[in-house]
């Protein structure tokens, strides 16, 4: 991740959490801070469980050996020089 990205999405984490504690009427789980903090935009978001649709900007991404073939397949293909975010290929054995 690179340092200015970084710094914008842990600069924005204070305020965006204490928005979601109140919309949500109690404190956070960690999996609920990490999804607010990554919301595409937390005001116009659909927040209600079991029915959301969340858009998601992601500052990076994971993957494992059978699903980042085919995303490496299709980003070649696709004939992208550079990804939108850091990604990393983790291989099981």
Same mark, same amino acid.
């Given at each position: 991740m690179s340092l200015e990205l970084a710094k914008r999405l842990y600069a924005k984490m204070p305020d965006v959490c204490v928005k979601a504690r109140a919309k949500f009427g109690r404190p956070l789980t960690l999996a609920e801070k990490i999804l607010v903090s990554h919301a595409d935009n937390f005001d116009t978001q659909t927040w209600?469980?079991?029915? +959301?649709?969340? %858009?998601?900007?992601?500052?990076?991404? @994971?993957?494992?050996?059978?699903? +980042?073939?085919? %995303?490496?397949?299709?980003?070649?293909? @696709?004939?992208k020089n550079k990804a939108a975010v850091p990604s990393t290929i983790t291989a099981t054995t």
């Open positions: 209600e469980r079991g029915k +959301a649709m969340l %858009a998601l900007r992601p500052d990076r991404v @994971a993957m494992q050996d059978a699903t +980042a073939q085919m %995303a490496v397949l299709q980003f070649m293909q @696709a004939n």
